[in-house]
C-alpha cells in the first residue's frame, strides 16, 4: 500500500494527554523485542505443523517425520528453533526424546490466530 493510499489527518495536532498516557503503558524495548522474536518463531508453517500434531500428542523426532512426512534433520532442526522459544520441551525415555508443547500458551497463540484469520 502506498503512503497517498493512508488517510491521514488533514492537520497536524498532538493531543499530549493521550500521548502519554499510551506511553506509560508501553512495554520496554527488550520485551517488545523478544515478543517480535517469538511471534517470528509463529512464521513458518513447518513449525505450525509441529505445533498442530503436538496439541494431538507427544511425540518423539522419529514419529513427528512420518506423521509429517519430512525427514528427521529437517524436523529436528524446526524443533530446536520452538524449543529455544520455550514452546516446546523434550525428555528422554530411554533411546528417544519425547516432544511435547512447553504450555497450554502454545494453544491459546494458535488459537487465537487461527480465530483472526477465519474473521
Known amino acids: 500500500m ?6 491521514c489527518c488533514d492537520e497536524v495536532c498532538h493531543h499530549s494527554d493521550l500521548v502519554t498516557k499510551v506511553n506509560s503503558h508501553m512495554p520496554d524495548e527488550d520485551e517488545l523485542y523478544d515478543l517480535a ?3 517470528k518463531v509463529f ?4 513449525r505450525i505443523r509441529i505445533l498442530y500434531v503436538l496439541f494431538e500428542s ?3 523426532v522419529c ?6 512426512n519430512m525427514n528427521q534433520s529437517a524436523i529436528s532442526h ?9 514452546l516446546v520441551t523434550g525428555r528422554r525415555e530411554g533411546k528417544s526424546v519425547i516432544y511435547s508443547l ?3 500458551h502454545v494453544r491459546t497463540i ?10
Open 58 to 60: 507427544q511425540m518423539c
Open 110 to 119: 494458535i488459537d487465537q490466530g487461527r480465530e483472526h484469520i477465519e474473521e
Open 63 to 68: 514419529d513427528l517425520a512420518e506423521a509429517l
Open 102 to 104: 512447553a504450555d497450554d
Open 43 to 46: 512464521g513458518d508453517s513447518t
Open 2 to 7: 502506498a503512503m497517498h493510499d493512508v488517510e
Open 78 to 86: 524446526q524443533l530446536k528453533i520452538l524449543k529455544q522459544a520455550k
Open 37 to 39: 522474536e517469538l511471534f
